[in-house]
Structures are given as C-alpha cells and as structure tokens.
C-alpha cells in the first residue's frame, strides 16, 4: 500500500483520489454484494464441517479419545493477509489472502494455492485439513496446507496477476520455505505463477527452486508433473476395477464433470487405454457423444480458444445435466460440493471416483452408499499431483532432474502402494472407502505425532 501512495503522490494525490475510492473495494466487499447468491450454492455444511465430518468418522472407528481429536482437527497456524494492487487503470483494488498450515507432523507443510473470487478462509482451512490427509494416505513425507487469493483472476492483465502473486509472497514470507512450507498449483494457478513464486522467494532466500513445486520443466520443474493428477486418477480406477473383479478400463464409459487440467488429462489417458469418454463439462457448459468423444480432437478444439459448446464431435448439453449422464464411472473433477443431498439420488453411474478436492457432501455421500454407488475418495484418487510434487521436491534438492518414464513409473508404484492399504482396511474392517482411506491417514498422522512428543 506504501508503494501504491506514493505512485499516487506522485501523479498528484488530489487529482486521483476519485478514482482511487471508486477502485478500492475488498473481494468481501464484493462476496457480501453476492451474499445471497452464495448463501444458495452452500451446503449444510461449510466446508471444514463437511471435512471434519468424514475425519470424525473414521476417529470413531478408530475410538479415538476426545482430547486427541481435537489436536488432530485443530489447524496450527491460519494467516489472513490483504494485498494491495494499484491497477493498470490507476485504481486500487484490495484482495483478502490466506495461508492455513494444518499439520506439519510427517513433514513440512504441502499444498497449493489458488485464485478464486470463492475464496474464504473456511474453504482454506477444509483444504488444508484435505492435505494433511492426503499425504499421509500416500505416504509422502509432507504435511498439510492450503492457500488462496479471493479474485477472479479474469479481471486482472497479466502484469496486475503478476504483481499480486508476489505480494503474496512478500506477505507470507516469513512462513514459507524449502523445508517449512511449499506451495504448489491448484485452481486458476499454473506453472507461470509457480515461477514467479519461485523468483520472488529467490530475491530474498537465494537460488531455491524447492520452495514452489509445479514449476515449468524448463525452470526446475519435473517432467510428469502437469499430468500427475490426472494420471493418478486413471491409476486409481485402474486399482479399483482390479480389485472389484470389474476388467479393464477399456470400453468401460466415464463422464468428467471438470475440464481444466486434472480433468482433461485423465480424459486423455482415458481414451488412450480405450475407455469410452461420453461427457465431459467445464464451467460455461457440457458435450455428450454416448460413443466416445474424440478426446484430442476436443483438446485442440478447446485450445485454440473455443468453447467446449461448439464441438461439433458430440451433442451439447447444459452444464448442470453432466452429472446425470448414465456412465460406468463418474468423475467429478473441478470443485467441491457438487454432488449433493439433491442430486445424488439422480447419479446414473456404478462408481464415484473424486478427482477434485471435496465434490462429495456428507449428505450426499450417505446417500450413494445407501444405493451401493462406490466413492473412491479425493484423499486418495487425486494424490498423484502431491506425488509428483514430491519428486518434484526431491529433485530440486538434488539438483538432478529424473525422466518422465522414471516419474510415472515411481508414481504408479505409490498409487498402487496407497490402493492396497485402502483397499485391505476397507475389506477386513467393513467400512467404506472413504473412511478406510481417512483411518490410514490418521493412523499414519497420530504414529508420528506421539513419537515426537508434545513439549
């Protein structure tokens, strides 16, 4: 905010200070304008209630004293910043920013950071909670966190989002660092914003291309890495089918609610192991061609700047019909809560497989159970990003860069390491997937934190 008076100072105070009270607004400002529009897209539960939720089911079954349960919700550290951006316009705008560090028993702190005008510190603290868990269940050396901006990064030039990221940065500083916290991508946050993560933090720390993983390859970035997630999610079905006895992928049908990156590439790989893609949806709208979609045709089409709407491959169809296409296995892959207590009855698929960060509400989960639809669990089915991420880490602290082979194979081998411990819970205790996954997790959590001790 200094630095933005004194440019006004400089242009005369008195001249802008019309245009600066007209562009100075907070993205709460802004959520409370929206405030009925969300108060309708929320469920029950917030979001670290629904977490929370999942995590109590499986302390029961593990019978968990109360005091213990606590120590393993509660989040260690949350950080609430606000960033100041004078705009190319000569406006300033302000833009509320977090960081949760949840738990940091196994390791140092792991998660991304995205840029949504959704963003509130409850969603943070869900995801943050999420990671924890997920690392855990893939037995990564990592612990858990999450960040985020609330902005629309569509509203921004790329100098002005520059800009933004590294007063994040500037802001968060102090609790970042190659073996304290890692940041990483995740919604509308990629490889460019990951480089400029890694070039602020430089400026102050020295040359430390392991504070930020999802870099550019070309940048200290790991081959594998864009598609890990994806990938992994096509490892995990492939898992699940081996152990239900179902076959192979091929010619099996998959619908993909989601098709920004995780979504796309598991698209990808889908259809290059023969697997029928018969809808896929992003947020403007939905493609169905009950024969298979020409993936890389539509990967094209969407890359030169097209909307998924005018795919001339398959037959159009409102974004919020995606999820009621009839299909083997449903992929939710974009963001949290959209499988819900008003829909769920509506599914029209064998298998739920979570490629996004909580698409399942509690509600809606008990539901699916009721009617025998599998859930494979985001903790599980979307950890080959943090995975890879690891390599990522691993790499950069050798200074050695692996090969993509090398990479996919390693995350294979996790993925398949991590189904089975699922998998034999689920089986020998009779519980669902979800709960057998978040029981290892906490298992693996609550060994490290009794064996470094409390003082």
């Not at 802008?16 to 897209?41: F, I, W």
């Not at 997630?229 to 079905?237: D, E, S």
């Not at 091929?250 to 990808?268: E, M």
Request: aromatic letters at 8%; a negative charge; hydrophobic letters at 40%.
């Amino acid at each position: 905010m200094a630095l933005a008076l004194g440019r006004l100072q400089g242009a005369g105070l008195s001249r802008l200070l019309p245009s600066v009270a007209a562009g100075l607004e907070t993205c709460g400002a802004r959520r409370a304008t929206d405030g009925a529009e969300l108060h309708q897209r929320r469920t029950k539960m917030s979001h670290s209630e629904a977490t929370n939720f999942y995590i109590n089911e499986a302390l029961e079954h593990l019978e968990y004293p109360k005091r213990l349960r606590k120590l393993l919700l509660t989040p260690e550290r949350e950080v609430a910043v606000e960033l100041a951006l004078l705009r190319d316009n000569g406006e300033v705008a302000t833009f509320n920013a977090y960081r949760v560090q949840h738990d940091n028993s196994r390791g140092p702190y792991k998660g991304g950071l995205r840029f949504h005008p959704d963003v509130d510190l409850d969603d943070v603290r869900s995801l943050a909670s999420l990671m924890t868990w997920k690392t855990a269940v893939m037995d990564i050396p990592f612990g858990g966190a999450k960040g985020g901006v609330c902005v629309d990064p569509r509203d921004l030039s790329e100098r002005e989002l520059e800009i933004l990221t590294r007063k994040l940065v500037q802001a968060l500083r102090p609790i970042l660092g190659t073996y304290e916290d890692i940041p990483a991508p995740d919604m509308n946050t990629g490889a460019r914003e990951m480089a400029w993560i890694f070039d602020e933090y430089t400026k102050f720390a020295g040359f430390s291309p392991g504070i930020v993983t999802g870099k550019p390859v070309w940048l200290h970035g790991s081959l594998g890495r864009e598609a890990a997630t994806g990938r992994g999610t096509v490892f995990a079905i492939r898992e699940l089918f081996k152990a239900q006895g179902l076959g192979e992928i091929k010619n099996k049908s998959f619908v993909i609610q989601g098709f920004g990156n995780v979504g796309s590439w598991a698209a990808q790989i889908l259809y290059e192991m023969g697997g029928r893609v018969v809808a896929v949806a992003d947020a403007f709208g939905a493609v169905a061609n009950e024969h298979g979609l020409e993936v890389p045709e539509l990967r094209r089409h969407l890359a030169d700047r097209h909307s998924l709407a005018s795919f001339s491959g398959g037959v159009v169809l409102p974004k919020e019909a995606i999820l009621t296409v009839p299909c083997d296995v449903l992929i939710p892959a974009a963001i949290g809560g959209v499988i819900t207590e008003e829909n769920a009855a509506d599914l029209q698929c064998k298998i739920v497989v979570e490629a996004a960060n909580g698409p399942t509400t509690p509600e809606a989960d008990q539901i699916l159970r009721q009617r025998g639809v599998t859930v494979l669990p985001d903790i599980y089915t979307n950890g080959g990003g943090v995975t890879v991420s690891f390599f990522e880490w691993v790499q950069n602290l050798q200074n050695f860069k692996w090969s993509e082979e090398e990479v996919n194979s390693k995350l294979d081998r996790v993925m398949v390491e991590a189904f089975q411990g699922i998998w034999e819970l689920h089986t020998e205790d009779k519980i669902p997937l979800r709960v057998a996954a978040f029981v290892k997790a906490l298992q693996r959590v609550t060994r490290a934190r009794v064996h470094r001790g409390f003082d």
